[in-house]
């Protein structure tokens, strides 16, 4: 084509331009001729117009979907939440049957429709236009639905995930903002362990627990049979002392037991020490997912996520501790 400028760009560089704008992921869906369900993981997707309720997208000529796109009179538009990563890889791949063991409603024209997005749009193909190497599809939205979950992100050529912005969290004075307080990262992480910890203590207390006795107690129901030394190491990132007050405490009051073995004495919880443990973690679990509440959709899943990234990049082994081998 005349207009072409792509021999003066260079296309890696130009394709890495335009994955700098962030998008939501989707997945369209039709059927085509034969009956068969079609559908593929697109970004292109934009809102066109309100009043007649219109959006668009764009599909490759090289898709083996086109045909069916080009003939079909609706599809369905279905914007991806967070955790449906693993439905976005499988729709962006060829030649394989996308919708094997999916249970997915039926929509107009008996369109396949995919369930748990965060929204989707049933449309009547109103346009199709040319797009240099890509067929334009404009859509007149027939039906939609919404859900409150949060979305999947794509950016510079990955998943992301999206975390709102809050202008009243922004640090109040300016002064402030430049010392060694509510924008240090020690700060923040510190005074949210504190705050955090302060409503689960009270459960400790009515227990007659100690956080050091709390963290070892859990720990031990993550993964038993553990030695002493095994209970150190792991635990070294956690308490700072050496972990055997704690134990002695645990077991003098038959929340512990001793397992006297070949490779060394390993530790377990008692019957006591499992009820024990499953009181506190079911009331700390209730104090989590009350805060996560307050946090808007699936930024409890980035903040948890943020902090493992930061655990492994301080302490690459901490995360794998108390894996089962
Ligand atoms: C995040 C993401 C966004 C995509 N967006 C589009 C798009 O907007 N248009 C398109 O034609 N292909 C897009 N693709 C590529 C198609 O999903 C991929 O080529 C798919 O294999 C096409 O399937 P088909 O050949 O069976 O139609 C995208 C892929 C990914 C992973």
């Known amino acids: 084509m005349a207009m072409s400028q792509t021999d003066t760009f260079d296309a890696a560089e130009f394709r890495r331009a335009l994955g700098s704008f962030a998008t939501g992921v989707t997945i369209i869906t039709t059927r085509d001729a034969s009956g068969n369900n079609i559908g593929l993981t697109a970004n292109s997707f934009n809102s066109v117009s309100l009043n007649p309720p219109l959006v668009l997208w764009s599909l490759a000529e090289s898709s083996s979907s086109l045909p069916a796109f080009r003939s079909a009179q609706h599809w369905a ?31 107009i024209d008996s369109i396949p429709l ?21 067929v334009i599809f404009v859509g007149e939205v027939l039906n939609f639905v919404r859900a409150e979950s949060a979305p999947l992100v794509f950016h510079s050529g990955r998943y992301a995930d999206a975390t709102r912005r809050d202008a009243s969290l922004k640090p109040r004075n300016a ?9 240090f990262l020690g700060y923040l992480l510190g005074r949210s362990h504190h705050q955090f910890f302060s409503k689960i203590r009270s459960y400790l207390d009515h227990e007659g627990l100690s956080d050091e006795e709390f963290y070892l107690l859990s720990t031990l129901t993550l993964k038993h049979d553990l ?71 699936g930024e409890g899943e980035v903040l948890k996520s943020l ?3 930061l655990l492994s990049v301080t302490d690459a082994g901490a995360s794998a501790i108390w894996q089962q081998p």
């Open 307 to 309: 902090l493992n990234r």
């Open 114 to 134: 995919l369930r748990g997005c965060t929204a989707r749009f049933e449309c009547r193909t109103a346009f199709q236009y040319e797009g240099g190497d890509h």
């Open 77 to 107: 538009v279905h914007v991806l939440a967070s955790d449906q990563e693993p439905l976005s890889t499988r729709f962006a791949k060829r030649g394989v049957d996308k919708f094997a063991g999916l249970d997915c409603e039926q929509g």
């Open 227 to 297: 030695t002493a030394t095994e209970i150190d190491v792991g635990m070294a990132g956690v308490l700072d002392d050496h972990s055997a007050p704690a134990l002695q405490s645990l077991l003098q009051r038959g929340l512990a037991q001793a397992l006297p073995g070949s490779g060394g004495t390993a530790y377990e919880l008692t019957l006591d020490g499992r009820a024990c443990a499953l009181r506190i973690i079911s009331a700390a679990k209730a104090v989590e997912s009350q805060l996560l509440e307050r946090l808007g959709p």
């Open 175 to 183: 002064y402030l903002a430049g010392s060694f307080n509510e924008d």
